[in-house]
T-cell receptor
Framework: AQTVTQSQPEMSVQEAETVTLSCTYDTSESDYYLFWYKQPPSRQMILVIRQEAYKQQNATENRFSVNFQKAAKSFSLKISDSQLGDAAMYFCAYRTSTGNQFYFGTGTSLTVIP | ETGVTQSPTHLIKTRGQQVTLRCSSQSGHNTVSWYQQALGQGPQFIFQYYREEENGRGNFPPRFSGLQFPNYSSELNVNALELDDSALYLC??????????????FGPGTRLTVL
């Protein structure tokens, strides 16, 4: 069974600094997709970044980048130049290449300190 | 372009009752997925509807059922409510083709409380 683990329930970062959120997953599949979603206090979940397992290059979206280590089944999110608007719950998620089901981790609550 | 909307925002029910939650998908989207998010947890996949047919189901009992209508809006029905059904229910819409399948757009959720 696929599981997604986020071992950091809470993280904090100074504004303008860099923070890394951790995620590990367990799967026997070789082809799959990984995601980071952001859920602000307003509750509407937003896709932050997406990584295809067959791609070795780490995905980047502006200030957000990932460190994808396939062998270690690790998928961390780096937020550079943190902004107050980055404060939210961050969820790591997994989907097989053929399935429709997304598996989410338990989330990391990020606080940005002014 | 209209985003994903859900109704109602909040709902309080008692054990044993039945509830219907509604979701309007983003304009042009033909796929709706439903998730249950318990307090302090990540979303758990309930099921997905694609062009009015169930297209995948998570580990939820049959008392969780759904519908998708020709306009691609969707309902989640839960019968015989239990206390553990208290959660935020999220729906997400997407285009069902392989290129856009991952681009889920989430609604704000319905907070269900079962007393």
């Amino acid at each position: 069974a696929q599981t997604v683990t986020q071992s950091q329930p809470e993280m904090s970062v100074q504004e303008a600094e860099t923070v890394t959120l951790s995620c590990t997953y367990d799967t026997s599949e070789s082809d799959y997709y990984l995601f980071w979603y952001k859920q602000p206090p307003s509750r509407q979940m937003i896709l932050v970044i997406r990584q295809e397992a067959y791609k070795q290059q780490n995905a980047t979206e502006n200030r957000f980048s990932v460190n994808f280590q396939k062998a270690a089944k690790s998928f961390s999110l780096k937020i550079s130049d943190s902004q107050l608007g980055d404060a939210a719950m961050y969820f790591c998620a997994y989907r097989t290449s053929t399935g429709n089901q997304f598996y989410f981790g338990t989330g990391t609550s990020l606080t940005v300190i002014p | 372009e209209t985003g994903v909307t859900q109704s109602p925002t909040h709902l309080i029910k008692t054990r044993g009752q039945q509830v219907t939650l509604r979701c309007s998908s983003q304009s042009g989207h033909n796929t709706v997925s439903w998730y249950q998010q318990a307090l302090g947890q990540g979303p758990q996949f309930i099921f997905q509807y694609y062009r009015e047919e169930e297209n995948g189901r998570g580990n939820f009992p049959p008392r969780f059922s759904g519908l998708q209508f020709p306009n691609y809006s969707s309902e989640l029905n839960v019968n015989a409510l239990e206390l553990d059904d208290s959660a935020l229910y999220l729906c997400a819409s997407s285009l069902g083709d392989s290129r856009h399948r991952d681009e889920q757009f989430f609604g704000p959720g319905t907070r269900l409380t079962v007393l």
